[in-house]
């Protein structure tokens, strides 16, 4: 059949090779999987099936031709490998469609790939993590609209860090978990009138089950939208703490170092130490939201059925996004794991601002019997009246307290010196914060043992997967030997 030229080089023959190098082991899994079930139920004659067997073990993309118009996909190419093989007596098409085979082998390589994205995510929680044990007493400034806030650890932030990468995590073994089911044994989209066995072609592929409904099985595409939209909750997420870290390495703040293989120097300025892993990082991050946009696209407004345009079409651009993601997440955890933390870089803040103010105001409410609203005003004036003069926190005196008790609140409220101390101290503001969560030692201690444990058993779920597929693999193999 004669092709249009054009056609061939934009569309035909990039496919083709993305087919070559990406999913065709993927595919001769199908195929060898299919052809057992076809044995065993008896559907092609063991000589067939042995015959077919022996062909596409022999099948590498090396003995596949580059794009020949002759064949559309390398469905049909490795189909005409077996047929020259075997003399014509193999075959592995009966009760087979491209459709469901197609279908088939996307959802084993975006498997795979899938599993090894949580492998390189969770190797960022634990860089985090690990990080969050050495810094757990580290007071930091933290902010909330860009402005200073109040005072936590370093730790805190980390594991805060941490619970966000966790949830993406169990966004992807959620998507897997659906993902993981096998549409082979749909044929076109109305399965077939041979006798056989979905089940069983679904244990040989490592699937933990099948794809019920014969037309969903070949026209479901929200498995690929899915896996998108878990890279856009990560891209999202990942980006804002990446902003934060890079903040932390900023001149101004001082308070991350990257180790000397994530810097660049500058071409003119000696004194330059770039952080520029974190850049890149973080622009990754931002490509892989247009990413995301292309794959949803091509799945919006097409038809229920067997188009190329939500899956087929999309699945190069997934696979190279996967790669560029897995990239990208092995440098970020490699520099985090690797980084310096200066808590000393937010002395200065934590002295010379107002950061303790809410426990001031709690204060006053405790030992000084004032309702909150009077109490917030009391310290809203202390803190214009002393911004007003230059002043922070420091050396607050009884006398100002209760000046600016009896404005706000028309009361005289008396506090001693080592009340105030206490209060606007930034590592008593800490220490008391001991609710469940908060930055308090033995809450910090609680999270560092819940995020271990959500860690050990992500990385449990994993490797179930694994080795159910690992499993499935050998199991194949001891039966088409047999």
Known sequence: ??????????????????????????????????????????????????????????????????????????????????????????????????????????????????????????????????????????????????????????????????????????????????????????????????????????????????????????VAADHVAELAGCHAALATSLGRIVQDLLGWASSEVGALELAAGFIQISSIMPQKRNPVAL????????????????????????????????????????????????????????AIASATIRGDAWAPALRGTFATSTELADTLVREGGLGFPEAHAAVARLVEDRRRQGRGFAEVTPDEIETAALAAAGRRVRLSLETIARAIDPRSFVSSRTIPGGPGPQAVGAMLDSTRATLATSRKTTRAVRDRVAAARARRGMEASA
């Open 1 to 218: 059949m004669g092709r249009e030229p054009r056609y061939v080089e934009h569309v035909l023959a990039p496919r083709y090779a993305f087919g070559r190098r990406e999913e065709l082991p993927y595919l001769l899994d199908v195929l060898v999987a299919h052809t057992l079930m076809l044995r065993r139920q008896r559907i092609v004659t063991p000589e067939s099936a042995a015959a077919t067997l022996r062909a596409l073990t022999a099948v590498t993309p090396e003995a596949l031709p580059p794009y020949d118009p002759r064949y559309e996909d390398i469905y049909f190419a490795v189909e005409d490998r077996v047929a020259q093989a075997t003399g014509g007596i193999g075959e592995f098409r009966l009760a087979l469609s491209r459709n469901d085979a197609w279908a088939a082998l996307i959802r084993l390589m975006l498997r795979d790939q899938g599993l090894a994205l949580v492998e390189h995510l969770d190797d960022v929680r634990e860089a985090l993590l690990d990080q969050a044990v050495r810094h757990r007493d580290t007071l930091m400034l933290a902010h909330t609209h860009q402005q200073y806030a109040q005072p936590t650890t370093v730790g805190h932030y980390l594991l805060a860090a941490a619970a966000t990468v966790g949830r993406c995590v169990d966004r992807y073994h959620d998507a897997l978990a659906r993902l993981d089911r096998s549409p082979l044994g749909a044929g076109a989209l109305t399965t077939t009138g041979f006798p056989i066995d979905r089940t069983y072609t679904a244990a040989l592929l490592g699937f933990a089950g099948i794809v019920e409904n014969s037309y969903d099985a070949v």
């Open 279 to 334: 850049e890149h990082v973080r622009s990754a991050l931002s490509r892989l939201l247009g990413a995301c946009l292309g794959i949803w696209a091509s799945a919006h407004n097409v038809p229920f059925e067997d188009v190329n345009d939500p899956a087929d079409d999309a699945v190069p651009l997934l696979v190279e996004t996967h790669r560029a993601l897995g990239g990208t997440l092995a440098v970020l955890r490699a």
